[in-house]
């Protein structure tokens, strides 16, 4: 079965620091890979996506991730975060059509 | 561009009560789902459409969920009778098609109180 592990619920952070929000994920087949941003009382918005290719991926406001195959990673990074950064981030895979998140990490930004 | 428009955005019944979200993607998009998403967990799929067939639906508790789109554009979802345990948001996402390389776009969600 294909399960994503996002090991940190929370995670606390100075403006203009930086941040990596960590991802794993398990699965049998090849997935496609995801992170997702839900600001509060709203949907989520794509971030950015591994399809293939080149295994960093740059996204929106300044987020990247890096795909592992190894370690079967994908986790986010951004080197200097703003306020308005704070919002919950899910990582998600897609094997066989079917998207499957994690349970999400809490980015909170602080002044 | 209109994104993913559902209604209502808050709804609060009582248990036993039935309640009914409605949904109308992205226009062109052929695929539609519905997630369930628990305070403090990931949204979990329970059914997807492609235009106003049934791809998956096999998370969908169907002795009192149902979902249609009859005309492969806009979809209720349903809940009849609820429980406690249904109090989550419910999100609606259309995509042009169904393959998982597909971007999903959400719609901002209802947010269904059970009391």
């Known amino acids: 079965a294909q399960s994503v592990t996002q090991l940190d619920s929370q995670v606390p952070v100075f403006e203009e620091a930086p941040v990596e929000l960590r991802c794993n994920y398990s699965?049998?087949?090849?997935?496609?890979l995801f992170w997702y941003v839900q600001y509060p009382n709203q949907g989520l918005q794509l971030l950015l996506k591994?399809?293939?290719?080149?295994?960093l991926v740059k996204g929106i406001n300044g987020f990247e991730a890096e795909f592992n195959k190894s370690q079967t990673s994908f986790h986010l990074r951004k080197p200097s975060v703003h306020i308005s950064d704070t919002a919950e981030y899910f990582c998600?895979?897609?094997?066989?059509?079917?998207?499957?998140f994690g349970a999400g990490t809490r980015l909170a930004v602080h002044p | 561009e209109a994104g993913v428009a559902q209604s209502p955005r808050y709804k609060i019944i009582e248990k036993r009560q039935s309640v009914a979200f409605w949904c109308n993607p992205i226009?062109?998009?052929?695929?539609l789902y519905w997630y369930q998403q628990i305070l403090g967990q990931g949204p979990k799929l329970l059914i997807q459409?492609?235009?106003?067939?049934?791809?998956?639906d096999s998370q969908l508790p169907k002795d009192r969920f149902s979902a249609e789109r009859l005309k492969g554009v806009d979809s209720t979802l349903k809940i009849q009778p609820a429980k406690l345990e249904d109090s989550a948001v419910y999100l609606c996402?259309?995509?042009?098609?169904?393959?998982?390389?597909?971007?999903?776009?959400f719609g901002p969600g209802t947010r269904l109180t059970v009391l």
């Open positions: 591994y399809l293939s290719g080149s295994t």
């Open positions: 699965s049998s087949v090849s997935v496609y």
């Open positions: 226009s062109g998009h052929a695929t």
């Open positions: 998600a895979v897609t094997p066989l059509n079917k998207l499957i």
């Open positions: 996402a259309s995509s042009l098609g169904q393959g998982g390389y597909n971007e999903q776009f």
């Open positions: 459409f492609q235009n106003n067939g049934v791809v998956d």
